[in-house]
């Protein structure tokens, strides 16, 4: 990849449930530059539970980014050496799911009160690690609107050393709204994290939020230096086959396709459960919106996350679910 572009140019969010290690794999496939996130791992459960297991990733994702949960700068740090330790290519801070697990351990969107300690952490980590320690927040907490509390977050945060930011352009409610409600009922502010980069030249300012097309990519990216895509790339995947052309100049995924895509897969499910007994029906989940809009993908998807067949083989699955699709577009409905 070319120097020019940040790192941050393009990446995926980090989702709870969803970008394991197998979801990471497929996701490379159909991108060779964007950034890809783990799951929040809390500082606690590293420390004190098993890291092979929560830490284990394939080659193959470089780059990848541990994303932390946590709030204590000695254990951020501890789990922050781990991080490098296991290879990983950048160690961020979670500073905006507002789950009530997280807000339970005082951690996420509710740290963005107390910036100073949010500091304390980045600077506790950057002290024994090499690699990029990034912060991913939010604009506000609660009813605070304003942007002075995100800008003075900011700029408390970067005093310690940080120098790239993700920012989900919502508030977060603490109070009231469950996750999902909070990825939909505050209101998208783009313009704030537009004014923070003009405010921070020098930081890296990436937007995250609401981003589904590649003209809104394209246009954020005039503005900002970095885009996070969150469940519009999970749900629909293949758009990310376009991001390497348009956002990166590297056309050589041009010739891919949703049944090459697929077959590597295979592969893989093959591989996972060879090495370490990983049943393929629980990779097989992270790719069924791979034919999101092509002909036959609603039964595609239906053989794929048929229970009936956990029972078989990952190839016979797939010659069953290849039998109802093509890499046709679903006609148009017609309306009268």
């Known amino acids: 990849m070319s120097s020019a572009f940040s790192p941050w140019r393009m990446s995926v969010a980090p989702m709870m449930g969803w970008t394991d290690r197998h979801c990471r794999y497929f996701h490379r496939l159909l991108t060779r530059h964007t950034l890809l996130y783990t799951e929040m ?28 949960g946590g709030s204590d ?21 979670n500073c905006g799911c507002p789950s009530e ?20 952490g980045v600077k506790a980590m ?11 927040h939010r604009i506000g907490i609660d009813r605070e609107e304003s942007y002075a509390f995100v800008r003075d977050f900011v700029g408390t945060v970067a005093e310690a050393g940080c120098e790239v930011f993700i920012v989900h352009a919502r508030n977060a409610w603490l109070k009231g709204l469950s996750p999902k409600e909070n990825r939909e009922i505050p209101p998208l502010r783009y313009e704030l994290v537009h004014r923070l980069k003009q405010e ?23 503005r900002v ?11 629909n995947p293949w758009i990310m086959s376009r991001w390497d052309a348009l956002f990166f100049g590297d056309d050589r995924q041009a010739a891919l396709t949703p049944e090459a895509v697929e077959l590597a897969m ?14 393929w029906y629980s990779i097989a989940s992270h790719m069924l919106g791979l034919r999101h809009g092509l002909r036959g993908a609603r039964k595609w998807r ?16 797939w010659a069953m679910a290849r039998a109802h699709v093509s890499d046709e577009p679903e006609p148009e409905a017609v309306t009268g």
């Open 126 to 136: 950057r002290d024994v690690v090499d690699v990029p320690v990034t912060v991913k």
């Open 302 to 317: 239906q053989v794929w996350s048929d229970h009936r067949l956990k029972s078989r083989p990952a190839r016979e699955v």
């Open 200 to 222: 921070f030249p020098h930081l890296t300012i990436a937007i995250n939020g609401g981003i589904t097309q590649d003209e809104q990519i394209a246009a954020h990216l005039e």
């Open 225 to 235: 230096d970095g885009v996070m895509v969150g469940r519009e790339a999970y749900h």
């Open 73 to 93: 700068p000695a254990d951020l740090a501890r789990a922050a050496r781990i991080g490098q330790e296991r290879g990983y290519d950048e160690i961020n801070l």
């Open 101 to 120: 697990r997280v807000l339970k351990g005082s951690f996420g969107a509710c740290l963005m009160g107390d910036p100073r300690l949010v500091a304390d």
């Open 266 to 279: 295979l592969d893989y499910m093959e591989r996972a459960h060879a090495e370490d007994g990983a049943p």
């Open 41 to 68: 791992v809390t500082t606690g459960a590293l420390i004190h539970g098993n890291v092979d297991q929560l830490l284990r990733f394939n080659e193959e994702e470089h780059p990848v980014a541990l994303q932390l």
